[in-house]
């Protein structure tokens, strides 16, 4: 799969304080529940993937982890979301955007609108934290090249494709400088290639940022996080390292068994798989799965 891999970062030292705690959240839209009693918290630089099949709240989680819900007219029915202890609603606007940036799903819907070219776009919330111009030009140049934007800077965002904005967003988020980045199906549209380029960015990103990835699919979200939630429908079904979420029966479910294979393989590959540990318990399915597989390797 050509993935960059995150995992020989997994013994860094942790800081004990969390960056943002979500303690028993449950959450409706209107009288349709989505969050059920979610308890989870993301430490400084701490890479989190939070998986799970549609509809099971990730996007909605994701949200009330960047500080989005807070702000709307939603209302959680029980529970909290704090970063360093206070609440989203105590904080400025200021405050909020350097905490954590959340990059969603339709790219398009998160640009200004008030930049003519890619560079402008980038700039854009960075300037409006009043920064001093040397500053904004040192961070658009960092994010411009770590989302591999330098060959479109002149051009105008909305002329963008669907994988070139969904990194643009991206880069605009970076400009900010947050502690945590809250990325949605980040790869969703991208091709392979413009995939495996974002992972390798990904690797470079400051060890102190901490990422949250929400992803439904296993491949790319293996290659960023070192730990792994898997929510089923709302509530947290499995919160742990990769070898856990590959074995929880839940994951072969959602997932189906060919993804989950492909990813163990990437982990034996990578020597991070315990030897002897089965995929799943059902030895039969997994021959029919990993033959074919392991026949086409190279
Ligand atoms: N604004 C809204 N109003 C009402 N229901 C909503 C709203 N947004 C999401 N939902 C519902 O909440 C549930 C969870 O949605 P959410 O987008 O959080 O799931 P998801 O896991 O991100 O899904 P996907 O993988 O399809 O993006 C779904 O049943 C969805 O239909």
């Not at 819907?109 to 009043?130: P, W």
């Not at 070898?243 to 989950?260: D, K, M, N, S, Y």
């Not at 991070?272 to 995929?279: F, S």
């Amino acid at each position: 799969m050509g993935h960059t891999s995150f995992h020989s970062r997994a013994d860094r030292r942790r800081s004990p304080v969390a960056l943002i705690d979500v303690e028993h959240l449950s959450f409706a839209y209107d009288a349709v529940p989505v969050l059920d009693d979610v308890t989870l918290s993301v430490a400084p630089g701490e890479k989190l993937a939070i998986l799970g099949g549609n509809g099971s709240g990730k996007t909605t989680l994701a949200q009330w982890i960047a500080g989005w819900l807070p702000r709307g007219t939603f209302k959680a029915s029980q529970g909290s979301v704090t970063i360093e202890g206070r609440s989203w609603a105590e904080l400025d606007a200021a405050t909020r955007a350097g905490a954590a940036q959340f990059v969603g799903q339709v790219p398009m819907q998160q640009l200004s609108g008030f930049a003519f070219t890619v560079r402008d776009e980038i700039a854009f919330g960075a300037g409006n934290l009043g920064l001093p111009e040397p500053e904004i030009r040192e961070r658009v140049q960092t994010a411009t090249a770590m989302c591999n934007l330098g060959h479109l800077a002149d051009r105008d965002p909305f002329s963008l494709s669907g994988g070139e904005q969904q990194r643009l967003s991206i880069a605009a988020a970076m400009a900010m400088r947050p502690r945590a980045l809250v990325l949605d199906e980040p790869t969703g549209n991208f091709d392979p290639e413009s995939r495996d380029a974002l992972l390798a960015q990904m690797a470079k990103l400051p060890e102190e940022l901490a990422i949250v990835w929400c992803d439904v699919t296993l491949g790319a979200a293996m290659a960023v996080a070192e730990r792994f939630v898997l929510l089923d429908a709302g509530r947290i079904a499995y919160d742990g390292d990769a070898t856990g979420l590959l074995t929880h029966p839940r994951t072969e479910q959602i997932f189906g068994l060919p993804a989950v294979a492909e990813a163990a393989l990437l982990l034996q590959a990578q020597e991070l798989w315990p030897e002897g540990t089965p995929i799943s318990a059902d030895p039969l399915k997994v021959a029919q799965v990993l033959r074919p597989m392991l026949a086409a390797a190279p």
